[in-house]
């Protein structure tokens, strides 16, 4: 019979307790100044390099900060107009906006512990969709994720998860369960499967997300972070 795992186990074990991080490249001092507010991307292919052109900075330390000004933040009192959404997780060292260098109101942020979609982030998304029209829609995972080492952790010891971190453990279960015992890393493939199965659930249950895709007005990719050197890369 499983038996209830104690928080610190299966929190610490997951990688959702606080822990040290290797430190990533970050703009200093010698960073470019932030150019004049850029013209919106033209087409969701411009959108989404314009992200990894933003990641690509972050990585070697030439971040711009862009569209952080004081001034720039009372023009967007009035309104905003995000050019992407991202779909993250709440980990704490994987910001949007700074790890692919953007500013207030660039990106339409979803984030929860292992981005995955249910109802109310679903409509949090068509929002942003309907409202800002948006031309790209990242999902984006990252390595060691705490969310998926959790679940694996979970099936393997068959035990229960405490508390609300069982809803994550179910969430995931499907996609997870399948790779116990057929992957050597199973947390790193698991970070992948959970990745495109959650750009799969935007696409099957949004007719938004899944009409915007057919016209060509919107793109839906899904990546992974990479905590070490902070690099993001595309999810085939």
């Known amino acids: 019979m499983s038996h209830l795992l104690s928080r610190r186990s299966l929190l610490a074990a ?3 307790t606080a822990a040290g991080a290797a430190g990533l490249a970050t703009a200093g001092p010698a ?10 991307p ?5 959108a989404l390099r314009r992200l990894l052109d933003g990641n690509r900075r972050f990585v070697a330390g030439r971040a711009r900060h862009p569209h952080q000004s004081p001034r720039h933040l009372r023009e967007l009192a009035s309104g905003q107009h995000p050019f992407a959404i991202t779909l993250g997780c709440a980990d704490s060292r994987v910001p949007p906006e700074l790890l692919f260098d953007q500013g207030l109101g660039d990106l339409f942020d979803n984030r929860v512990a292992g981005n995955i979609v249910d109802d109310l982030l679903l409509g949090s998304i068509e929002f942003a969709i309907e409202e800002f029209h948006p031309l790209v829609l990242v999902v984006l995972g ?3 994720c705490g969310a998926v080492s959790a679940t694996v952790n979970a099936l393997q010891g068959g035990e ?11 969430a995931l279960r499907p996609i ?41 007005t919107l793109k839906v990719v899904g990546a992974r972070y990479d905590l070490d050197d902070g690099r993001v890369t595309l999810v085939d």
């Open 31 to 40: 960073a470019a100044a932030a150019p004049a507010t850029e013209a919106p």
């Open 176 to 216: 997870i369960e399948p790779l116990i015992g057929t992957e050597t890393d199973v947390v790193e493939a698991g970070v992948r499967a959970n990745v495109h199965a959650q750009v799969q659930q935007l696409l099957a249950t949004s007719e938004i997300v899944a009409e915007k895709v057919q016209t060509g």
């Open 160 to 170: 229960s998860a405490p508390g609300h971190i069982g809803a994550i453990v179910e």
């Open 42 to 46: 033209a087409n969701p292919d411009a």
């Open 14 to 16: 997951g990688g959702l």
């Open 142 to 144: 990252h390595e060691r």
